[in-house]
């Protein structure tokens, strides 16, 4: 059973940049596309970005797209989501998942991600 560690959230101020680590456990890390969402308050949980198990075919949200990069270390069994020029509006719970349906290419809709894990809090505040 693959088991997610998020890691690496906090608070930080507009225009400032976080890195944030989702670490894997349990299972062929690299065999799995990493997804990262978010849900901020009161609202429904989103995709961010997500990054298959091969190839660069990287997937964005239009809203953090050019500020957010996705990156794995298959190595470490770790995902990364390197966010930079943060905004308030940013601030949410980011969850990472993972999917094993396997292929060059990811999808950002929440019903194809069964494995995920706890959050992580980012908060963009003055």
């Known amino acids: 059973q693959l088991q997610l560690v998020e890691s690496g959230g906090g608070l930080v101020q507009p225009g400032g940049s976080l890195r944030l680590s989702c670490a894997a456990s349990?299972?062929?890390?690299?065999?799995?596309?990493i997804g990262w969402f978010r849900q901020a308050p009161g609202k429904g949980r989103e995709g961010v970005s997500c990054?298959?198990?091969?190839?660069?075919?990287?997937n964005y949200a239009d809203s953090v797209k050019d500020r957010f990069t996705i990156s794995r270390d298959n190595a470490k069994n770790t995902t990364y989501l390197h966010m930079n020029s943060l905004k308030p509006e940013d601030t949410a719970i980011y969850y990472c998942?993972?999917?094993?349906?396997?292929?060059?290419?990811?999808?950002?809709?929440?019903?194809?991600?069964?494995?995920w894990g706890q959050g992580t809090q980012v908060t963009v505040s003055s």
């Open positions: 998942a993972a999917e094993g349906a396997g292929g060059g290419w990811c999808s950002l809709t929440l019903n194809l991600w069964p494995y």
């Open positions: 990054i298959p198990s091969v190839g660069g075919n990287t």
């Open positions: 349990g299972s062929t890390f690299d065999r799995y596309a």
